[in-house]
């Protein structure tokens, strides 16, 4: 028998813990926070967001069709939010706050505890979305070129 309940069916208690200042943590699914989060593994702690969201926050929002994302912001534009999950290099953009739930404020990696505010944390934040999104573009770019080459 499973403990799996879906984020739908919660909705309406996630809101009205956040809305009053309460946290909510779950265990989140998906693997595009990978290696920060490991699927149904890892825990999250969200609480209500400070608007308007920073760099490098980590926000739960609901993109228009439905679906519940947890990404991390790496830029703003004239229509919103950028958002990229840790473990993609595509960016979304044009999520605003009307889409956003709440904020990761802490989380639980290998059974550790960290918070955002950690020196740890900000700077994974700061090399995992810099440097190691430029090498993976990098090589992501050769491997086309080889692929190409090899094709012709």
Do not use: W
């Not at 920073?54 to 229509?79: C, I, T």
């Not at 290099?89 to 505010?117: C, M, P, Q, S, W």
């Not at 440097?131 to 190409?148: A, D, E, G, N, S």
């Amino acid at each position: 028998m499973s403990n799996l309940v879906r984020l739908e069916t919660l909705l309406p208690v996630l809101e009205t813990v956040l809305e009053n200042g309460g946290e909510i943590t779950f265990t989140p699914r998906g693997n595009s926070m990978r290696p920060m989060l490991k699927s149904g593994v890892d825990v999250i702690t969200l609480k209500r967001f400070n608007r308007p969201l920073k760099k490098y926050a980590l926000p739960l929002y609901r993109r228009e069709s439905g679906q519940f994302v947890l990404h991390r912001v790496v830029g703003k534009n004239k229509d919103g939010y950028i958002m990229r999950g840790d473990n993609q290099l595509n960016k979304e953009y044009g999520i605003t706050d009307a889409n956003i739930l709440g904020e990761v404020i802490a989380f639980t990696h290998n059974g550790r505890e960290y918070k955002v505010t950690d020196f740890s944390y900000k700077l994974y934040c700061v090399l995992r979305c810099n440097f190691f999104t430029i090498f993976l573009r990098r090589v992501k770019q050769k491997l086309i070129k080889i692929l190409k080459g090899s094709r012709g």
